[in-house]
């Protein structure tokens, strides 16, 4: 392809992206496909010649396109968002043209500079302590591991890097049992393992209940055991519970335990003034990761990842070898030093496009009105003689089950069929957690385009399935 030609394909993208971001809604959130109906339409090899770029892109609007889901849809309200902007996709089409390995500061100073400038930025939008320092990771999952090899080695005075476990070491790591599963993903991989991750109780709004954590800690230190990380949550998974932050910090200074604050998704909601009760207490921990790419209009990959202390993160992860060496090492941040992979990608850059072009106010407003939407669901839902909510809500994630009359061993299997007819439709694509044993419906409001109307038509279809699936049950 020469440059002519890629400059008229660009348009012809261009132009079809501008048209799907317009007409996104016309799509079926879900696709209407099986397993293996999209591989059967490829060749099982390769192209010895080159083909029309023409071809390749009809290719994509036929094959590809039927068989995506369209988290771009305002109709989407499963799991969290993995969220965009207009903004943020021209800054993506830059990185990609730039083509940037952004290792370390001389292989792109400008990449290396901006990062370290929007991590400032974010910090003052979400009013996180002024002694926090930030690199942008991948995601979460990877910043959490990051906090708890960090953890391990500063406890270890940095010697399991050097000489692997003695066995002596018993490191244990705390969680409530609503934490996200990258916490459990963590531990193993870290060499912690499984059995050593406490899950502790939670309260009846599923936040973790410090009592139970300060007397695990406690058992642990009895039986010679080493208490090593706490993760807290600002917004749990399956119903965004907030975690008492503070109560936490205290605890984890008492023993002398690594305290991670895990924010990933409702951590955005910090630009709220009115929101920052979330994270009373964060000033004492000694680390906290968000995600842009969940709920500040950021394509994925975008983490924030924030420590107290840097030095303890480049000292476990830091890697010198001569030829990255180079003779500014010493007045620049390095950031292949700040975590797993020595390859970065140019992230920064689509940030800072959104945060410039919505500006912090027009950020704001989403973020109140994705709450206040949640809040008005809420209130529908309370409301309705057969339908109850599973869980408080804080935030824009509702967990709520449709609940008439009938005995509660078939529940489950309603509910279950009310959310299959629903996502069946195309109209509408949530997902379902389990709560005390109860089967949920759980919608979460965050999309970037997300209008009244389609809270609405949400709330009205699943009262419309719900209808007919009790009908089969009678």
Partial sequence: MDNESFRRHAHSLVDWMADY??????????????????????????PEQSEQFEAIFADFKQQIVPGM???????????????????????EMLTATLGAQCMIWLTSPAAAELEEQMME????????????????????????????????????GYKVNEEGFSGTEKYIVY????????????????????????????????????????????????????????VSAIGTTSTT???????????????????????????????????????EGVELADSFVFNPHKWMFTNFDCTAYYVKDPRALINTFSISPDYLKTSVDDEVK????????????????????????MGVEGIQAKI????????????????????????????????????PNISED????????????????????FAQTKLNNKFSLRLAFGNTNLEAKHVENAWALIQEKAKEVLASYN
């Fill in 334 to 357: 390095n950031y292949r030093d700040w975590g797993v992979p020595l390859g970065r990608r140019f992230r920064a850059l689509k940030l800072w496009f959104v945060i410039r072009e």
């Fill in 368 to 403: 109140r009105k994705h709450i206040a939407l949640g809040q008005w669901l809420k209130a529908e839902i309370e409301k309705h003689p057969d339908f109850e909510l599973l869980a408080p809500v804080p935030l824009n994630t509702l967990c709520f089950r449709f609940a």
């Fill in 410 to 429: 078939k529940l489950d299997g309603l509910n279950e069929e009310i959310m299959n007819r629903v996502n069946a439709t195309g109209k509408l694509f």
């Fill in 21 to 46: 971001l317009q007409n996104v809604e016309e799509y079926p959130v879900l696709p209407d496909v099986k397993p293996g109906d999209i591989k059967k339409q490829f060749p099982k090899l390769p």
């Fill in 69 to 91: 889901t369209h988290w771009e849809s305002p109709n989407f309200m499963a799991y969290f968002p993995g969220n965009k902007s207009m903004p943020s996709i021209l800054g």
């Fill in 241 to 279: 519970a907030i975690d008492p932050i503070m109560a936490i910090s205290k605890i984890c200074q008492k023993y002398d335990i690594w305290h991670h604050v895990d924010a990933a998704y409702a951590g955005t909601a910090l630009v709220l003034p009115e929101m920052r009760w979330m994270a």
């Fill in 175 to 230: 969680a409530s049992n609503q934490i996200h599963s990258s916490i459990d993903k963590a531990v193993k991989i870290a060499g912690i393992g499984s059995n050593n991750l406490r899950k502790v109780n939670v309260d009846e709004a599923f936040a973790l209940d410090p009592a139970h954590l300060e007397a695990l800690i406690k058992k642990d230190i009895a039986e010679g055991r080493k208490p090593l990380c706490v």
């Fill in 121 to 156: 930025w974010m910090k003052e939008m979400l009013a996180l302590p002024k002694h926090f320092t930030g690199v942008i990771q991948d995601t979460a999952s990877t910043a959490t591991l990051c906090a708890i090899l960090t953890a391990r080695e500063k406890s270890s």
